[in-house]
Structure formats: structure tokens, C-alpha cells
């Protein structure tokens, strides 16, 4: 088998004129791809052929060794050339307001002469790990997009949920009613969207109502309309959500707390797809399409007779079973990145990403509040955040997680364990192969035939 080749080292760019100083420096960062220049001229045009991710800069460069004018050149030059680069500059002795004046200007951070290469190594390395954050926060950033889109706005790298979108694809252009079923803060209403806009009934209304929101007097009058005078207080006739839905779709949120004197009108819907509004005596035709959905369980409280089972059948003639967030995989850290950009451009534009260690609590929560949970979540922790990254802390969540549930069959148990590693893996590397191996103690050739096995990708 044929070794794998080791990962570049990271480029460090030394702008230094003193020849000691620079032999000095040279041998310090064996770990690092290291370039050393000594004037503007050459800085720039190892900036460009390099692309270093960290640049260590002396303001005293000729023909200004002794002042700063030059080096506040090249700073401005590198800043407009790659603001991206972390540039660490060098303060001599009383020279703080150069420094600070640096810092104003886009420098990262900087040191203090006489050199001391422990300590400029820890903010070289520093600014390095900075880099790696926000070149990952791109890179989830730009898979929170087409490849990662399903139904139009539903985000997902999971094979279960690409599953379900895909189901919902398949039925959407049928009239069929669908059930969706699943926990409180899955999704329901926006894969009910998605299948209205995947159906030929897009140009028709959406229309979603919670029934559990509404109380049981007035939910009739929500659902079905009324003429004027039918009540107090009916001072003019009002559509109901099923005619106003006429041509398109309509979503019944949580439908199992529909009372049932109720659920025998909506029955008669299904059945003969009239309306009768509250006060009247015309039956109006209305070609409205049902999509329901509930986190109860209808089968047991249709032994408990508290659900009509011949009005279950009507809805439910095709029913999908929507995952959890903690059954996704990978999924977690690619919403936070989507809920993160939205509430930063709303609430804190400074914020432009995570810092490692909220991608691994993102990544390792149970989640068991699910989508809704984590978008909370985000948006607290963007108001919050102090600087550029979230970190764990501002996330206010419990790092250890839940505990898995035990599997007794040992091969599946395996299997599943393996699978879920994996993908938790390709999250938090963004995909990168050579990463994911590292952080499973793999090689990239063993790495890719358990993606193989597991019909896995990157």
C-alpha cells in the first residue's frame, strides 16, 4: 500500500531585516514553512506566491530602520492584498502606540523587542489555530448551500433526512394527504412548505394553522369561516383556513388535538370536499389539499377513543416519519452555521463563526429540543459572543451530552457506532478527508473503504 503523503506545513512569512534576528527566527518554527524577507518589495512578493496564513513583521525596515513609515506600508499593502492574514508586528521598547496604532490598522496582535522566541512562537501559533477556525467556519459556510439543500430550504447532509425530502418529493405531485410525524422541533411546517412548493400547487396559498394554539370554541370558526350573524360578535362573514387554502395547501399543526365533534366535520371534508361555514346552509366546493402534523401518537389515542380511526386513514394516506436532530448526523454544526449567519447579520454583525470548541459541543449535544432548540440556542449565543467566534460558553450548554442508548445486538451496535463516529468526523473537518482520518487515528485508505461500507460521503 502506498504511504500517504504528510500534510504541507503552514506558511509562515518573516519580515525582518536584521541577519541574526533572521537566522534566529528561521530555526524556531521547524514546524512551519517559513519564507524570510527583509525589505517592502520582497514582502510583497512572497505574500503573493506563498499566500502565508501568519506574517511576523518588523516595522523598522529600510530605507526607515529606525522609524515606522515603512512598515506601516507594508502592513496597509498586506491588508489590502490578503486581509485575511494574521500579521504579528514587532514593538521596540516605548513604541506601544505604534503597536497599538498596528492593531487599528488590521494587524492581529504583537510583540515586544527583544525578542523572545517562546513567547512569539505561542502567538504565532495562536494566530495559526485562529486561521484554521475561520478557514473551517468558511468551508461549513459554503456547504450550507445547493449541495446541501433539499426541497428548497431544508438544510441536510444526513441519508435520513435526504430520505424524507426525497419522499416528500415523490409525493408532492400527487393529491394525496400526508402525515407528518415527529417530535416537537423537527421541521414539520417547513417540509409541509416543501411539499406545497414541490406540488402543482404552488401558485396556490399556503396556509398553516396549530390547533393546539387556538381554543376549542373558536377552532371550528378558524377552520370552516362563518356568516355574518351566525354569533355575537360575527359581525361579517369570514372564510375559514380551508377555503382560504382553495387551490393550495393546508397545514394542520398538531392535529391530534382536534376535539372530536370537530373531527367528524373536517371527516366530512375529506369525504366530500364541501364546506358548510358556521351559520350557513350552502355547501361550498373547495379543492384543498391536507397535510397534517402531530409528535402524538393517534394509534393509542384511537384505542383510547380520543381520535377518530376512520379520519386517521383519511389523513394519513401517506405518512412520514421525520428523525430527530440527534439522528442526523453531521447536521447539527451545518444549521448552526445557517441560523449563525442569519442572526449575526440581525443582531451582531462581529460575529462571523464558531470557535472549535462550540463546533464540538454543536456537534456532540444530544439536542433533545431538536431544530428549534438549536436555533435558540444560536441566537442566544450570537448575542452573547464578545469577538469574532462563538465559543462554547456563550452556547451555555452542558459539553458532556447525553448518553447514548445501549444496543444489545453487538454487530449492529458496532455498525451504528461506526457510522455515527464517521460522520461526527466528516462534520467537524468539514469534509476533509485527510483531517477526518487524523482526528479517527486512520489512514485516508481505510478511512475511504469504511465510507465505502457504510455507502458514506464526504
Known amino acids: 500500500m502506498a504511504q500517504e503523503k504528510p500534510a504541507p506545513l503552514p506558511k509562515l512569512l518573516i519580515i525582518e531585516d536584521d541577519p541574526g534576528l533572521q537566522a534566529q527566527l528561521k530555526w524556531a518554527y521547524e514546524d512551519f514553512d517559513v519564507t524570510i524577507v527583509g525589505d517592502r518589495e520582497s514582502a510583497l512578493t512572497a505574500l503573493r506566491a506563498e499566500e502565508p496564513a501568519v506574517v511576523t513583521l518588523d516595522l523598522g525596515l529600510p530605507p526607515d530602520p529606525d522609524g515606522t513609515t515603512e512598515g506601516f506600508a507594508v502592513l496597509d499593502a498586506i491588508m489590502a492584498l490578503k486581509p485575511e492574514t494574521k500579521v504579528i508586528v514587532a514593538s521596540g521598547h516605548g513604541a506601544r502606540e505604534s503597536a497599538l496604532r498596528a492593531i487599528e490598522q488590521g494587524a492581529y496582535d504583537f510583540y515586544q523587542k527583544p525578542v523572545d522566541i517562546e513567547a512569539l512562537g505561542l502567538i504565532v501559533r495562536r494566530a495559526l489555530n485562529l486561521t484554521q477556525i475561520e478557514d473551517e467556519n468558511r468551508r461549513l459556510a459554503e456547504q450550507v448551500g445547493d449541495d446541501k439543500t433539499v426541497l428548497g430550504t431544508l438544510i441536510t447532509a444526513a441519508p435520513e433526512m435526504v ?3 426525497r419522499t416528500i ?9 400526508v ?4 417530535a416537537s422541533g423537527t421541521g414539520k411546517e417547513l417540509l409541509a412548505k416543501g411539499l406545497h412548493d414541490a406540488s402543482d400547487r404552488r401558485e396556490g396559498a399556503f396556509v398553516a394553522i396549530n390547533c393546539a394554539a387556538i381554543p376549542e370554541n373558536l377552532l371550528e370558526s378558524e377552520l370552516f369561516g362563518h356568516e355574518k350573524g351566525a354569533f355575537t360578535g360575527a359581525v361579517k362573514m369570514t372564510e375559514g383556513k380551508i377555503e ?30 364541501t364546506i358548510e361555514r358556521i351559520g350557513g346552509r350552502k355547501q361550498i366546493a373547495v379543492d384543498t389539499r391536507i397535510v397534517c402534523a402531530t409528535h402524538q401518537n393517534l394509534e393509542a389515542m384511537i384505542a383510547e377513543g380520543g381520535f377518530r380511526e376512520d379520519l386517521f386513514y383519511r389523513l394519513a394516506e401517506i405518512v412520514i416519519n421525520i428523525p430527530t436532530l440527534a439522528e442526523r448526523p453531521g447536521d447539527a454544526p451545518l444549521l448552526a452555521k445557517a ?3 442569519r442572526f449575526s447579520a440581525e443582531m451582531n454583525p462581529q460575529v462571523k463563526g464558531f470557535g472549535a470548541d462550540a463546533l464540538a459541543v454543536i456537534d456532540g449535544w444530544g439536542w433533545p ?11 442566544r449565543a450570537v448575542i452573547m459572543a464578545d469577538g469574532k467566534l462563538v465559543c462554547a460558553e456563550d452556547l451555555d450548554l452542558d459539553s458532556d451530552g447525553e448518553a447514548d442508548s445501549q444496543l444489545l445486538n453487538l454487530k449492529s451496535a458496532r455498525e451504528q457506532s461506526d457510522r455515527k463516529v464517521i ?5 467537524r473537518s468539514e469534509g476533509n478527508i485527510s483531517n477526518t482520518a487524523k482526528l479517527l487515528g486512520i489512514s485516508r485508505p481505510t478511512l475511504y473503504d469504511l465510507l465505502k461500507q457504510y455507502d458514506l460521503h464526504a
Open 369 to 379: 429540543g431538536n431544530v428549534r432548540e438549536l436555533e435558540n440556542r444560536v441566537k
Open 244 to 273: 382560504q387554502a382553495h387551490g393550495g395547501t393546508l397545514f394542520l399543526d398538531e392535529v391530534g388535538d382536534i376535539p372530536l365533534p370537530l373531527q367528524v366535520k373536517l371527516l366530512r371534508f375529506l369525504q366530500e370536499r
Open 179 to 182: 402525515m407528518l410525524l415527529g
Open 423 to 427: 460522520r461526527h468526523a466528516l462534520a
Open 339 to 341: 441560523f449563525l449567519n
Open 169 to 177: 418529493e415523490r409525493v408532492a405531485k400527487n393529491s394525496v394527504s
Open 163 to 165: 430520505k424524507v425530502a
